[in-house]
């Protein structure tokens, strides 16, 4: 039995908001915070909402992804992350759920799945109040915010095994999508830096900046990089792909798995 999330309090989730229901989300952009009322649909610990990717409670998301939401005798925090386009491969079996569960409205014009800008967002919640029939049941859902991301290329299969770390990983092709617990980051370094090429590196986003690891001509060099601003690492990604990014934050915004993730 799990005493922070009891299984009456995830039989009542479930049946309240696993389908198509309003919920208030209120998002800030650091300032100034705004609430507006959105078509959800809850499962495992997660609120998902289709939108568009660039609205303003999206915007306020990329700088603050920490949110609140409220609905039908619930309120809780949560962390929002941007699935991507609703139409990437990986977002397939979850994008039968949403068309199902919003049926009612889906097809009337409301969606445009052709729009690259039409995303899956999800809420991983972390705390929250459910009342039921005068119960009150306060819930830890689980949901640690401070985790790590990378997206790791040309790794084996035994990147598999970190999942007995604490590792999340999802195969991409041939590519890996990953996270981790901010405490598990030397694990990651040192599991990385064996595979990394000579020529190639591997990065990793934390709350608070980036962590570049560059396998070049003397070793592995490692750079943390705060704001996205470092002109020696841009640099060097620049003359290593023999291509110019621009910035570090237009370079990690190319890949769709970090964004939505990035402060």
Excluded at 138 to 163: P, T
Excluded at 171 to 183: M, N, T
Aim: hydrophobic share 35%; aromatic share 14%; net charge negative.
């Amino acid at each position: 039995m799990n005493e922070k999330f009891p299984q009456e309090a995830q039989v009542i989730m479930k049946e309240r908001f696993g389908k198509d229901t309003l919920i208030a989300l209120a998002t800030s952009d650091g300032e100034n915070p705004s609430v507006r009322s959105v078509n959800s649909y809850y499962e495992n610990g997660a609120f998902y909402i289709i939108t568009y990717g660039l609205s303003t409670k999206m915007q306020e998301i990329r700088k603050n992804p920490k949110v609140a939401i409220c609905g039908d005798w619930f309120k809780a925090h949560g962390v929002a992350e941007n699935l991507g386009h609703i139409l990437e491969e990986r977002n397939q079996k979850l994008a039968v759920k949403l068309r199902q569960a919003f049926s009612k409205w889906y097809d009337n014009g409301h969606t445009n799945e052709s729009d690259p800008n039409t995303c899956i967002l999800c809420i991983h919640l972390t705390e929250g109040v459910l009342f039921s029939h005068g119960i009150r049941y306060e819930i830890d859902f689980g949901y640690k915010a401070n985790r790590c991301y990378s997206y790791a290329v040309g790794v084996d299969d035994s990147i598999y095994d970190l999942r007995a770390e604490g590792f999340a990983i999802r195969a991409e092709g041939e590519d890996f999508a990953v996270s981790f617990p901010r405490k598990k980051e030397k694990v990651w370094e040192e599991f990385i830096s064996k595979h990394l090429e000579p020529g190639y590196w591997n990065e990793y986003l934390t709350e608070d900046g980036v962590v570049f690891l560059f396998h070049l001509w003397d070793g592995i060099r490692k750079y943390t990089v705060h704001n996205y601003e470092n002109a020696e690492v841009l640099s060097i990604c620049e003359k290593l792909c023999e291509r110019r990014f621009g910035s570090i934050r237009a370079m990690l915004e190319g890949n769709a798995f970090y964004r939505g993730k990035m402060q």
